[in-house]
């Protein structure tokens, strides 16, 4: 069974334009399913998911507002 967490994302910068919005409200059980939701409500965000279907080097994530990190 999934734990799913409700989880705001929000875009910032050139991902913000190409998104057309400013945040994005997901339900999700995984990181994986949230890049995934964020890639179906947003197609203008080109390359968002690698070949792997993991997070492109040229985005960047905040975890909770306090740090950038890269997956």
Avoid: W
């Amino acid at each position: 069974m999934k734990d799913f967490t409700a989880v705001t994302v929000e875009f910032y910068g050139v991902p913000r334009q190409r998104a057309g919005r400013s945040e994005l409200a997901v339900t999700a059980a995984s990181l994986q399913e949230v890049l995934s939701a964020i890639q179906e409500a947003c197609p203008n965000l080109p390359r968002l998911l690698d070949a792997k279907g993991i997070l492109a080097p040229h985005y960047l994530l905040s975890l909770n507002g306090e740090q950038f990190v890269r997956i």
